[in-house]
């Protein structure tokens, strides 16, 4: 065991000195988390109880049709703000959302025409296309009021129609409800955070790690530790034992960032998180081990990391919510390392399931974690 720890302790102490590792390690994180972080923030939408979305309405003389749109959009989660022309916001540009009406709404419609409508939105892709469904929710539900009022009286439609109709109790009612705790996808912080942590243990133990092994294969200094009096089984455990301290830096350093920096809340059950990352780290250290042992050159070995580990994340919901990807990843997530760790992860912190719904991921982690282990004993070589 001395041996063990030996060679574990300077093969850390080694990668830790290294410029390149130490960005990876303390550097990137922090920026990954908060672009990833602002960047996906969007992803979740605000309909189930969030902060109301701001829209600004510029319509001319919109008159009482005005209240019953205010009414569908309010349902639908926005903060509506109407005015005859539009503003500018501080810093010169236009504000973020905005739906524009034909002048004269309500005469417009009371007339039986056609009424233009128009919605100009800075969002991202994702959000942009929710905000446009719970647009179009809005006022087809509007349009329907209209519809209805028109038909109960056999006068002109009013304002006072519309109240008699929203007093009306509904004879359909549709309860929606969350099968756990969690009401919404993760999103912003709360996906990039364990995301980001999950990928840059991966990469920097599938580059830094895998290198040093191959230069230390390259340069005869693996052969003197064979020359040594001690057991090739010791070496590889001490191999090992060294990249799982750096992974065990990698992840401690990104809990505190995250904790620190982004008020990151790491859900009622914290020790199993801890318990996940920890079968996580053993994974990407038997990872770069077996990285390590199979590319012959440092630029394979970087190489192949810098492949396999971006492919691992994007494929595994590490980059963005798997939530928001076609069904077949989805799929595809349930038979990657990545896909099992963040899956317990976010049942962990995002939905609160409880520590025992993390345990198929874990023990199958775990599992994963000893055959790659086995088959980087198995590829391991002096030279």
Known sequence: MRQILFIAWNDAKFQLRQGSTLVWLLVMPPIFFYFIGTVTGGFAGSVSGGQATPLQIVAES???????????????????????????????????????????????????????????????????????????????????????????????????????????????KLEVSSAGQRQKIPSGFEQAIPGILVMFTLLVLLTSSGSLLVIERQQGLLRRLASAPISRSEVV????????????????????????????????????????????AGFCASAGLLVGSIAKTERQASGLGVLVANALAALGGCWWPIEVTPAWMQTLQNFLPTGWTMDALHKLISFQSGAASALPQLAILILATIVVAALAVNRFQYE
């Open 237 to 280: 455990s001490g191999k090992w034992g060294g990249r799982m301290v750096l992974a065990a830096v990698q992840v401690t350093v990104a809990l505190g960032v995250g904790t620190l920096l982004f008020k990151m809340n790491w859900g009622p059950d914290l020790a199993m998180v801890i318990v996940v990352l920890v079968a996580w």
């Open 62 to 172: 919109p008159g009482f049709l005005q209240a019953q749109i205010n009414l569908r959009l309010e349902q639908n989660d926005f903060a509506p703000e109407w005015v005859r022309e539009p503003t500018v916001v501080e810093d010169g540009t236009q504000p973020r959302r905005t739906l524009s009406f034909a002048a004269n709404l309500s005469n417009q419609i009371k007339t039986g025409n056609r009424v233009a409508v128009s919605y100009e939105t800075k969002a991202s892709a994702l959000s942009r296309d929710f905000e446009i469904i719970r647009i179009q929710r809005s006022l087809y539900t509007a349009l329907a009021d209209i519809a209805v009022a028109d038909a109960a009286d056999e006068g002109e439609l009013s304002a006072a129609d519309l109240v008699a109709l929203n007093a009306e109790p509904r004879i359909w």
